[in-house]
């Protein structure tokens, strides 16, 4: 999804002006309901592998499952914007209880600390938000595209071949 790549931290030309230029057709023509579909996708695909069952998870597919169910919060809430890429952004932004974002702050340092492979226990209080959340994408508006969008599409495509 471009609008991700918008917003990745990682960039092999963060100056450019064609990130800012994306960024703003982007935002001009988001479809929110759309974007929480294709979140709900992801994160069902993660949970349904990783989270289901009582075992330990793999501490780094936690994360599979719960940045999109954090960006379906966070359109369910704003609608009309982009979540943030960034995790950290992300919690921030979508008004969790202490014990969550205690939680998520645990899990975020077990993955700092261990191997792509290492395991976690299950955190009941997350797989219950993770659950909730995908099955909320319903609640999540759609907007109507802006109608000069298109145009707007066409003449920047025209400026990047042409630059």
Request: hydrophobic letters at 40%.
């Amino acid at each position: 999804m471009i609008s991700e790549w918008i917003e990745s931290p990682i960039r092999y030309r963060p100056d450019d002006e064609i990130v800012s230029d994306l960024a703003a057709l982007a935002d001009s023509v988001i479809d929110t309901r759309s974007m929480a579909y294709h979140y709900a996708s992801l994160g069902r695909s993660a949970a349904d592998r990783w989270l289901e069952g009582d075992g330990a998870v793999p501490v780094k597919k936690y994360f599979y499952a719960l940045r999109p169910a954090l960006a379906i919060r966070w359109l369910r809430r704003e609608g009309g914007r982009r979540p943030p890429m960034d995790l950290q952004s992300l919690v921030d932004a979508v008004a969790l209880s202490n014990g969550l974002m205690d939680d998520i702050t645990a899990l975020v340092a077990a993955k700092r600390r261990s191997n792509e492979r290492s395991n976690s226990a299950r955190i009941p209080a997350l797989d219950a938000l993770i659950r909730d959340e995908l099955t909320r994408v319903d609640e999540v508006r759609g907007d109507p595209a802006d109608p000069c969008s298109r145009e707007r599409a066409e003449a920047l495509f025209l400026h990047l071949v042409n630059t």
